[in-house]
């Protein structure tokens, strides 16, 4: 991997970790209201779990497991 695809990806995993703690503060936010919209929160959810899923890809392309 090249410094610049390296650089590339350390900057798409710090939008995707931001986009998360945004979407937590958006769950969090909107479970404090009463009568939520409650279809709105499970995707909100899910989109949260994708992009953890995501976070981990792009975590295991910049440090690869090398089997020793």
């Not at 995707?16 to 709105?40: F, K, M, S, T």
């Amino acid at each position: 991997m090249t410094a610049d695809e390296e650089r590339e990806l350390k900057a798409l995993l710090e939008r995707l970790r931001q986009e998360h703690r945004d979407l937590d503060a958006a769950i969090q936010a909107l479970q404090e209201v009463p009568g939520c919209d409650q279809l709105q929160l499970a995707r909100f959810k899910k989109r949260k779990l994708q992009l953890k899923d995501r976070i981990g890809f792009v975590e295991d392309q910049i440090t690869p497991d090398i089997i020793a």
